[in-house]
């Protein structure tokens, strides 16, 4: 008995323990719960990049005035084809492991973008069953690229080296010059020779896909970042395209003596594009100076560049995606070797070019295979294909 | 002083205790900010849904190209109509407990998705205080129904029986029947024998009506859903619109010769009208086959049915409601028997059936009290209730 | 050896504590997690309010028809040019501090909100590098107006004394009066005698702008309240917009005796308007009556009072921000006397006071600046600026 009152004081306080514990498990909340949260929230910036595909790449390209309902639907049918393919294959891990479901629908998104800006390069002159047939072909080469720059594919370029994060490369220069060598190997005399025009409606159509695209530009950098760098990279992402605006519609004005809509309505998201690669490391000012850069060189591509490439090879690139995805894309991959400290240059590099020569290569090819569908009658119209009243 | 020792560990343990316990309340995290982050991630999903509501049914019905203007003012009112009415009642208790204030805010979007649908099957044919009448009218009727269904309403359907998730039969049958229940009892010989036309603008706009819904369609379905649920909730979505927008562009193709721009815009989305019933219990494959099959179906009614249907019960069903939210709902409802494991076969078809026959006995009432508030002069036109300039 | 029996229970109680200590450390989620998820979720209400400055304000400034380009490129201008510069003298802190990186970004896009209500009253009428420079002297004075009434500037306004969470009056009033201050220095008689005219195509598309206002309205007014005042602000705001397009579909109609598309689409906003001060203290119905009482407001200023105002002060307000923002939002201020319980009268009028004579004041003599780079030719036309093949 004289021993027990030495184990009163020590039974309390177990008490008390156990008590504790069971409230903190009761109270506590686990860290499943957010997960969850967070991939909830990831899932509200996959529907923001969703608005993109559709509403902002669709509405983008229905500048040309005669083929809106084409372009339209060339919209629906690459974003349907492509994203459940990459989800499919990234299902099996064939190009490596794509993380969580949510992770691969984004990652699936950022193909489908890829895919758009190629589609871009020749909107016009593909039947509808070819942009299906685009589609089919170019996910399997984008994945074998992403692949290779994020996932240590054939050991090219080491996990981690290559900053890309919001895919300046991978997807906008990749799409671009996929896109050049799709249009390089399949542009016709005729289409050479059609005019592209556009109308006071389908410019304001294509100012409103812009529009589309600047508000979401930042969850379609910050995707996968982490949470507590959201914020930050979104912000950036805003200032780069607040400059490359600023810069467009000064650069539109100067180099061609008034301004061009198109201009407008393209050239401001090259700091979307530019940025991208170091959204979630450049600070606010290095972000604002990167997008005024963007958006001036951007132009340039549109009211000088273009002539030239076009005349050089022979080829129509209906959105001029080399001027807004190309340069601007490749600008962002290099300004990260300035703007990331550590840097592995090499990788870098390697991974800038390895990309440009199998974006090239495999839309050279697909050309090729394009081309053996045949050509449409007249481009740029929407009578051939849909039925139309007017 | 001997036993005071003994006290001295034990009284060590329980300061340690109970600052443990502190801390944990200081800097530990409640179930409450847990609950308040969640329901912050609902009303997210609900600015989604308002979106579809406004911009997606508004301009998916801008088709009509002499009733833009009177299209999206009738969206404006119904909308404005019918949300605070559901908000009003929901919070009496009439027909069951509605749950938390953002819980309310989703069904009551839910009811106005309903009653848009059934409004497209008469739009162009009410004027502007009969979309009011409409709305004032459908609301109980929906909330009836929907009362029956989840809640037990006359013990008819058992609590949790039916399965309905993302509304196929709830929302877009009901609203589609319903429809069809007013265009029977009002379409006039006039109003059959005047063309519904479109044109190349009304289309374009019509698209991005269409655009805006599918963007958004993968939060309509997982509005309420566990959080848990919502990523795979919305993939299978994306999947199920994916696979009948493939399946649209072939089928009206096949079917027509030429593409329709307006089953494009339309029947594209059955795959989200027919994923709704198991949209967070079907596996990503099948989501994407009920996708395919929802879009085939749908394109067959546009291109096929309708015509049928409108001769042989001498209506006019404005924007095709019966080919995309009723054939589709009723098709998602009946998927339901056999994707979901140990569903309860009675309770389903009990659900679906008595669905369509409320919806069609409440639409063939409201269609003969809306008839007593007269006619207009000319359907399809603008300038009879607004000033026009041009 | 006799004591330590006394030492094994309390021993063992210690190891369960620091065990039970260490559990939680590990499993238990940091005040800081939640601290990023809540600021992830600050961001969606911003991307939120993005698509209301660039898609809403821009395509609501469409209507004037042959202007649609111009308008879209001024809002990009005006936000490209104001979210960095307020960003920037926020980060400096010259107008008081601004919170957090995303509470800055937030007040940044508020005071853009701001600039593009002013651009409203003077749209047309300005050259492309005018609106710029609206936009560096506007955003100085908007912050000082918003460092009197928020941050106790001068200690006019006590800290917290002034109710106006959505920014009826700091946001739509001050955005309103400054426009009327421009107009009023600026207008010139050819402008005056020049008509302003809408079409179909630009009706509908000033519609699509109204709608994404309407639909992110409530993140507009959430964005800075408390997490666990986001629901409540939200469905405030949702029925005081459904009370305003209501109450404007009937002031229109018995006003002018057919209905006008440009009162429906800004009339209707002015619910939002309205609610902006008291919209996370109203009660449901206290938020329908205000909308409803706004709505009516509004349309009575654009059918009614808008041709006494230019007439009287000669002057052209291209929007009509004077009978959206400038009425709506006094009547917010002034609402909050009533609605807010034990609201500080006092500060309450001297706010509205002040902002009133700060905004014409400062609109004033920022018209005189900008008159003196000189007017357009001919207003309301693209061509002046554009190239412009139609």
Known sequence: MKNLKHFILPTFALILVLIGATNVQA??????????????????????????????????????????????????????????????????????????????????????????????????????????????????????????????????????????????????????????????????????????????????????????????????????????????????????????TLATAFASLKLRGKIDAADIANASLAGGVAIGSVCNTASPAEAMIIGVAAGALSTFGFAVIQAYLQKGLKLVDTCGVSNLHGIPGIFGGLVALIVVTGINYTAQLAGIGLTIVIAIAAGLITGKILHLFGHRKEPYLDAEEFSVED
């Open 27 to 244: 109270q506590g909340v686990s860290s499943e719960t957010i997960a969850v949260l967070t991939d909830v929230q990831k899932y509200y910036r996959a529907i923001h990049i969703m608005a993109m595909l559709l509403v902002g790449f669709g509405f983008l390209m229905v500048f040309v005035r005669g083929y809106g309902r084409s372009a339209l639907t060339a919209t629906f049918l690459l974003v349907s084809i492509s994203i459940p393919l990459y989800y499919l294959i990234g299902s099996y891990g064939i190009f490596g492991h794509k993380g969580s479901d949510i992770d691969k629908m984004i990652l699936a998104e950022f193909a489908a973008a890829s895919l758009l800006i190629t589609a871009g390069a020749v909107l016009g002159r593909l039947k509808m069953q070819q942009y299906l047939i685009l589609g089919l072909l170019f996910i399997p080469f984008y994945m074998f690229n992403e692949w290779i720059m994020l996932d240590e594919g054939f050991g090219l370029v080491g996990k981690g080296q290559f900053v890309d994060t919001g895919g300046s490369i991978v997807i906008h220069a990749f799409g671009a010059l996929f896109g050049l060598g799709v249009a390089i190997s399949m542009t016709t005399k005729n289409e050479y020779n059609t005019p592209i025009e556009a109308d006071a409606t389908s410019d304001r159509f294509s100012m409103l896909g812009s529009m589309m695209l600047w508000v979401f530009w930042p969850s379609f950098c910050a995707a996968l970042v982490l949470p507590e760098e959201v914020v930050m990279t979104g912000i950036n992402v805003i200032l780069a395209l607040s400059g490359a």
